[in-house]
């Protein structure tokens, strides 16, 4: 089987999972968890997302200002609701790197680079707020989850490490010299090579990575905070030290290129997890579904209305 293949199944087992999940539990009865859904929790859910698409720009908005990027905050907003729209519909959110695209309008040299660097940056931090979190909450319930937090403290500091490797250009540059000159064309060559001098344009002092990796800390745990909402909304009385326990874990897993959006992977953990401290399948999927809803669904309609509206 080519990778070609591969790479068009590999999404379709997370369907094939969420599909498998809600017929074990009988659409009725979700549909009968809705229904009794406590609507003011409900709109509490919805008042939190607009809190966290704010921070959520703001943390890559001031990393774009650190570059030297002149954009307003009302046009990063906007081009973060467009990328959470491309984000939500491929694997692993990969194409939320559409904003790389927009942000070349802003950059001085109209070059895509420094559109990139902002993603790869964000993302790392993204990527090591959902590792902290799930090291330190993995000590505060190591007597009730049994997981491998020595491996998540390597995967952590590797990870550190590789990206602090990675964002020195001198250093970077040596390593992919030679996959510069295997894997791209010739006549692409000269284009790479612009982009690769603006993608280290304007590097933000290592000074500011510490308060950019709070505020992702901040952004994840107001969207665990929205799922928190919803799960009371729903009945689940679960304290929310058990939700910041148990939904890095689901991020973690939603993160595999095996589905859309992390869409069965995800809820198929958290169904196993939430079940430990006694919560139904039928509520924790519920919980999950509601939450797509309001975090993916909602603002992806936003942001296919602004791409719509950019085109005309």
């Known amino acids: 089987m080519s990778f070609a293949t591969i790479k068009k199944i590999l999404p379709i087992i997370?369907?094939?999972?969420?599909?498998?999940?809600?017929?074990?539990?009988?659409?009725?009865?979700?549909?009968?968890?809705?229904?009794?859904?406590?609507?003011?929790?409900?709109?509490?859910?919805?008042?939190?997302?607009?809190?966290?698409?704010?921070?959520?720009?703001?943390?890559?908005?001031?990393?774009?200002?650190?570059?030297?990027?002149?954009?307003?905050?009302?046009?990063?907003?906007?081009?973060?609701?467009?990328?959470?729209?491309?984000?939500?519909?491929?694997?692993?959110?990969?194409?939320?790197?559409?904003?790389?695209?927009?942000?070349?309008?802003?950059?001085?040299?109209?070059?895509?680079?420094?559109?990139?660097?902002?993603?790869?940056l964000d993302k790392i931090f993204d990527f090591c707020a959902v590792i902290f979190l799930t090291i330190v909450f993995s000590f505060v319930f190591k007597d009730k989850l049994a997981l491998p937090i020595g491996l998540f403290i390597a995967l952590f500091l590797g990870f550190i490490l590789v990206s602090l490797f990675f964002l020195h250009?001198?250093?970077?540059?040596?390593?992919l010299k030679f996959f510069y000159r295997r894997f791209i064309p010739k006549k692409y060559q000269d284009q790479a090579k612009i982009t690769?001098?603006?993608?280290?344009?304007?590097?933000?002092?290592?000074?500011?990575?510490?308060?950019l990796f709070f505020?992702?800390?901040?952004?994840?745990?107001?969207?665990?905070?929205?799922?928190?909402?919803?799960?009371?909304?729903?009945?689940v009385e679960l304290s929310f030290m058990y939700y910041l326990a148990i939904l890095p874990l689901g991020t973690l897993v939603s993160i595999l290129p095996i589905s859309i959006s992390g869409l069965g992977t995800r809820e198929a953990v958290l169904i196993s997890l939430f079940g430990l401290f006694g919560v139904a399948a039928v509520k924790t999927f519920t919980?999950?579904?509601?939450?797509?809803?309001?975090?993916?669904?909602?603002?992806?309609?936003?942001?296919?209305?602004?791409?719509?509206?950019?085109?005309?």
């Open 14 to 120: 997370g369907i094939a999972l969420f599909i498998f999940i809600i017929i074990k539990i009988d659409f009725v009865n979700i549909i009968n968890e809705i229904k009794q859904a406590d609507l003011l929790f409900i709109g509490l859910a919805c008042i939190l997302l607009f809190v966290m698409l704010i921070v959520q720009t703001y943390k890559w908005y001031v990393i774009a200002l650190l570059q030297g990027i002149a954009i307003p905050f009302n046009k990063a907003f906007e081009i973060n609701m467009i990328s959470n729209f491309y984000g939500f519909v491929t694997p692993s959110k990969a194409g939320g790197i559409i904003r790389a695209e927009y942000l070349r309008e802003y950059a001085d040299n109209k070059n895509i680079g420094q559109g990139l660097f902002n993603f790869t």
């Open 169 to 175: 250009k001198e250093r970077s540059k040596f390593f």
């Open 196 to 211: 690769f001098e603006n993608f280290y344009e304007h590097v933000p002092q290592k000074r500011y990575f510490i308060p």
């Open 215 to 235: 505020l992702n800390i901040i952004s994840w745990c107001l969207v665990y905070l929205i799922i928190y909402c919803i799960g009371l909304s729903l009945g």
């Open 287 to 312: 919980m999950s579904l509601i939450n797509i809803i309001i975090v993916g669904i909602i603002p992806s309609i936003i942001g296919i209305w602004l791409v719509v509206r950019r085109k005309d």
